[in-house]
């Protein structure tokens, strides 16, 4: 079911059973969320020892109240699931729950997702308290959606892990000879006569069979997603109807999240930016990306579930937020397709591992923070642009990010096991079209690619069954392809293809791959122009990390190599293939190739972004639409003040002033009517 809303939310997490014996700071808390401007927060999360505090016996009341209270005062909530983290006496009673790690030993109890998700007895436990909790709260009026669970992650390797996997594999592949075909076990001798014989991977065993590693990622994510029905199902044997999320996490690698997603109503996610590390349009770049990522999720909007009012104290350097970078940071999630920007966490915990992990209410408790006002300010924005709940991020440009890609690659030994850069790469195509005002989807393999006009592939390592076909279909009927280096190398179980690459696409892109240079960090070559190339490009750029050697069959170099014993091999070319154009690009080029290369190929090919003209260093331009409106964001993550390029068209102004210079992590809204 689809989750709307008519308001941005705004609030965050929020954990009253801490202060259940302090009723005074209980009511303060709800005065102060007020004042902020939020409307909703997430409760129950870590939960389950204060309302399960022992088997068979549940107390609910003080959470009933809560939210009785909440709602009275315009608040809603978020309703979780507490299997993040079980109570003692869960882990004393039934060990199995505990996790096994991959060198097979049992964990103890402690920490959060440690516990293994194919055990009866967790799967039994959790149902019950959730169907409970569903049959009490789930239909409350205050009660707008459920958060399972939270942030999950991690694997097991216990008996009954190995079993639910084998049984998985099973499924997969029919018979034990179409496995080890399909895993070409006869290296090294690794052949299986029966399903029952494969373990895990494991540092004290396998670790080299690539398609048993990228098997045993598969059925990870495969058991997190039953884990999620499991959840999921004990909500509604309880009752409530409401929509279903889980908090995802940045770029999280263990788990494929476009498999996660099927079985939620909404995404959301968790985003803890690093800013101050580096330049702070570059950090924009980065977090607008994920959003961009969980907003492809779903092709659906989406919202910020948590984010840091002040310093994450689980980073490295625990650095402040500089005034108007919250604002910003929570005004990006809206920009790029957010239905809200939340935070954790709503109080400040007096104790254990986040007790100094930023909050919109410290330990000090006063409302004269400075953290505090600027979540005012975030609430009373929000309030003030409101009118963009529910209008979309419509995209012309789809780039491919496929876990199952990416985890093969990853483990490919060879042709660099020091460093692929397979993200920081991604980000220079990304940021080149960011600024040239486009839209970007982040989509797997098995996406729709109708209605984008440009495909990126970067380093789309892994070509599944039938996306050649798709991608040719693509620029047979006028698309834009771009295609890198290291891509069309695998099938889906990691097996070379044979005949040449990139695979089912040669023709397409009119060359064929012959080998990949693996430079060392410290080496680097050119691209150098071919003279009258048709984007007119001019410069000499230079490449790092992989060079891909290529021969032509049809397609015409724009560039070359300028040193090593293939200099003069093309660099990028273009091949045309049906109504549209096939683009390759055969190494890791710096960050200005790659504006350059986008800005001119998007020219050439009469493709529009969001507003004429050149948009300024550190200025996101943002589009967001309804069927009668399109809204233009501007945000600046710059060092001066901008000028903003407008679109054409008259515009009305919903928020700040786009005829005056924009300030540093300063915001306009626009809206324009069809």
């Given at each position: ?5 008519t ?51 549940f ?65 039994e ?24 669970s ?16 084998r ?24 052949t ?51 929509p ?25 996610w ?21 959003h ?23 980073q ?21 397709g ?19 992990h ?46 199952d ?152 170099a ?16 273009v ?42 260093e ?57």
């Amino acid at each position: 079911m689809d989750f709307t809303t008519t308001k941005l939310l705004h609030g965050g997490d929020y954990n009253p059973e801490q202060w259940l014996d302090r009723p005074d700071i209980l009511e303060k808390d709800v005065s102060m969320l007020t004042e902020a401007g939020c409307n909703v927060v997430s409760l129950g999360i870590f939960s389950w020892s204060t309302l399960e505090p022992e088997e068979g016996v549940f107390h609910f009341e003080w959470l009933e109240k809560i939210i009785q209270n909440l709602y009275e005062h315009g608040i809603s909530t978020i309703l979780a699931t507490p299997s993040g983290a079980r109570p003692k006496w869960l882990a004393d009673k039934y060990p199995e729950v505990l996790r096994v790690d991959e060198s097979r030993h049992r964990n103890l109890f402690g920490g959060r997702h440690n516990h293994c998700y194919t055990s009866p007895v967790y799967r039994e436990k959790v149902a019950l308290i959730n169907r409970k909790l569903s049959e009490r709260l789930g239909s409350h009026p205050g009660v707008i959606l459920w958060h399972i669970s939270n942030e999950y992650g991690g694997e097991c390797h216990c008996p009954l892990c190995q079993k639910a996997f084998r049984e998985w594999l099973k499924e997969r592949y029919g018979t034990i000879e179409q496995l080890n075909k399909s895993w070409s076990t006869t290296f090294w001798s690794h052949t299986y006569q029966s399903f029952d014989q494969i373990e895990s991977p494991s540092t004290r065993g396998e670790l080299e069979l690539h398609a048993l590693n990228l098997d045993w990622k598969r059925f990870v994510t495969y058991q997190t997603a039953d884990f999620i029905r499991h959840e999921i199902q004990a909500v509604r044997a309880g009752g409530s109807t409401r929509p279903v999320t889980a908090n995802l996490m940045y770029y999280y690698d263990p788990l494929d999240y476009f498999k996660l997603a099927k079985e939620l109503d909404i995404v959301t996610w968790d985003t803890y930016p690093s800013w101050g590390k580096k330049a702070m349009i570059e950090t924009a770049y980065d977090n607008g990306m994920c959003h961009d990522l969980m907003r492809s999720l779903k092709r659906k909007p989406f919202f910020q579930m948590e984010s840091c009012p002040s310093a994450t104290n689980w980073q490295g350097v625990s650095k402040l937020k500089k005034p108007g970078v919250l604002f910003a940071q929570s005004m990006q999630a809206i920009a790029h397709g957010g239905e809200g920007a939340l935070y954790f966490q709503i109080r400040q915990s007096q104790g254990a591992s986040e007790k100094f992990h930023g909050a919109v209410i410290d330990h000090y408790g006063e409302n004269d923070t400075r953290v505090f006002r600027e979540v005012c300010r975030v609430g009373e924005t929000l309030k003030a642009i409101s009118e963009l709940a529910g209008s979309e991020v419509k995209s012309q440009v789809a780039m491919i990010y496929d876990w199952d890609s990416r985890w093969a690659m990853e483990d490919s030994k060879g042709p660099r096991n020091d460093g692929l850069h397979h993200q920081e790469m991604l980000l220079k195509y990304y940021r080149a079209f960011r600024k040239q005002g486009m839209n970007v989807d982040l989509i797997d393999m098995d996406c729709s690619i109708e209605g984008y006009q440009v495909l990126v592939l970067p380093m789309t390592y892994m070509f599944k069954q039938g996306f050649a076909e798709k991608v040719r279909a693509f620029v047979e009927q006028g698309g834009v392809l771009i295609t890198t280096y290291w891509s069309g190398i695998a099938d889906d179980t990691d097996r070379c293809y044979l005949g040449g690459t990139p695979h089912g696409l040669m023709d397409v892109l009119g060359l064929r791959s012959t080998e990949i240079d693996g430079l060392f960090d410290w080496e680097e070559n050119q691209f150098m122009p071919v003279d009258g190339n048709e984007l007119g490009l001019f410069r000499e750029y230079t490449c790092k990390y992989l060079c891909d050697l290529v021969r032509l069959d049809g397609a015409q170099a724009l560039m070359t190599y300028g040193s090593d014993f293939y200099q003069g091999y093309p660099a990028l070319t273009v091949n045309r293939y049906g109504k549209g154009s096939a683009w390759y690009v055969a190494a890791d080029a710096e960050q200005v190739f790659q504006e350059d290369f986008i800005a001119k190929l998007l020219e050439h090919e009469e493709i529009c972004g969001a507003v004429p003209g050149e948009i300024p260093e550190g200025l996101e331009v943002t589009t967001r639409e309804t069927e009668d409106v399109r809204y233009y964001i501007y945000q600046n993550f710059g060092t001066g003040r901008v000028m903003l390029p407008l679109p054409e068209g008259e515009t009305e102004t919903v928020f700040g002033d786009p005829k005056q210079e924009l300030e540093p992590y300063g915001l306009v809204v626009l809206r324009q009517r069809r």
